[in-house]
C-alpha cells in the first residue's frame, strides 16, 4: 500500500487499532498538515517507510505507540517538531533513524515526552548510531529537569547543562579551565614572591598552570631566604584550593566529552 507523495489536508489522520498485511506501506514524500499522524495499536505484516516526509514540522503529534512491526521500520529523513512516540512497540527487524531530527529545544509534555525519548535514545544505541543517542539523552534529561522539584539538584543540573551541555561539549569546559587559568595567573603574578619565595620574573601563568597540573613535576626557583607560613596571606591558600578544584572539575568535564565524541 502506498502513500508516496499524498498530501494530506490540516487535521487529524487517524489509522489506530488497523491490521495491515504482508504488503508494505509507504508515506515517503507524503505531505500533512497541521495535525496529527496517529497508528496506535496497528499490526504491520510488511516493510514500512515514513522517510522523507514532507511538512512534518507542522505535526503535532506521530505516535506508533503500542504497534509490532514483523519487519523493518524506517523513519528517516524527517524533521519533526514533536517527539515521535515509539513506546511499547514491538520491533522485531532494525529501526531507521537516521538523519531523523527533532527541532524541539526542550520538553513540556510531562512524563510522556521523557518515556517517549528514553525510547528513541535506546534504539539509537541499539543502531550504533551514539552520536544520536547523546542528542536524545540531552532532551531527556532536559525533560527530567522540567519534572523534578528539587530546587538544588536542578541548579546543579542547569550548571552542568551550561558548562558543558551534559558531557557532550569540548569547547566549553577547555575555554573555562584557560579562563581560569589565566584569572589566576594574573593574581599569582602579582603575590609571587609571598607565595613561592622566587624572583619577580617568574611567570604567574606557569605557576598557575602547575595548580591545574598537579601531577606534572615543576622545578619552581627559590631564594635564599626561609618563608615563614604567615607571610603568606591565608587568601592565597583558598585561592589555590579553589582552583585545584575547579581544574579537576573541568579536566574531567573535557575528558568526559573526548569519551562520548569519539566512542566507538
Known amino acids: 500500500m502506498e502513500f508516496n507523495g499524498a498530501q494530506f489536508g490540516d487535521g487529524h489522520v487517524e489509522f489506530s487499532h488497523a491490521k495491515f498485511g504482508n504488503g508494505d ?39 506508533l505507540r503500542h504497534s509490532s512491526f514483523d519487519k523493518s521500520l ?4 524527517n524533521t519533526f517538531n514533536c517527539i515521535p512516540d515509539l513506546t511499547n512497540t514491538k520491533l522485531t527487524n532494525q529501526v531507521s533513524l537516521g538523519r531523523m531530527k527533532i527541532k524541539k529545544k526542550y520538553s513540556n509534555g510531562g512524563d510522556h515526552d521523557v518515556e517517549r525519548l528514553c525510547r528513541l535514545k535506546e534504539l539509537a ?22 519534572l523534578r522539584n528539587d530546587k538544588l539538584v536542578n ?24 579562563a581560569i587559568t589565566l584569572i589566576f595567573g594574573c593574581y599569582y603574578e602579582e603575590h609571587l614572591n609571598i607565595l613561592i619565595g622566587c624572583e619577580d620574573t617568574y611567570n604567574g601563568f606557569l605557576y598557575s598552570l602547575s595548580q591545574v597540573f598537579t601531577f606534572v613535576s615543576f622545578d619552581l626557583p627559590s631564594r635564599s631566604v626561609t618563608l615563614k607560613c604567615e607571610t603568606i596571606p591565608q587568601v592565597s591558600y583558598l585561592l589555590r584550593l579553589l582552583q585545584g578544584l575547579l581544574s579537576f572539575i573541568f579536566l574531567f568535564l573535557i575528558g568526559l566529552g573526548f569519551r562520548n565524541r569519539f566512542r566507538l
Open 74 to 77: 524506517d523513519i528517516s529523513d
Open 125 to 146: 544505541e541499539a543502531n550504533r548510531s551514539y552520536q544520536q543517542a547523546l542528542e536524545f539523552h540531552l532532551m531527556e534529561m532536559r525533560a527530567n529537569r522540567s
Open 25 to 63: 506501506l509507504e508515506f515517503k514524500r507524503a505531505k500533512f498538515g497541521n495535525g496529527t499522524l496517529n497508528f496506535e495499536h496497528c499490526e504491520f505484516k510488511g516493510y514500512v517507510s515514513f522517510q522523507s516526509m514532507t511538512e512534518t514540522k507542522t505535526l503535532s503529534k506521530f505516535s
Open 155 to 178: 541548579i546543579l543540573d542547569i550548571i552542568f547543562d551550561l558548562i558543558a551541555i551534559y558531557g557532550q561539549s569540548i569547547a566549553r569546559p577547555v575555554i573555562l579551565l584557560f
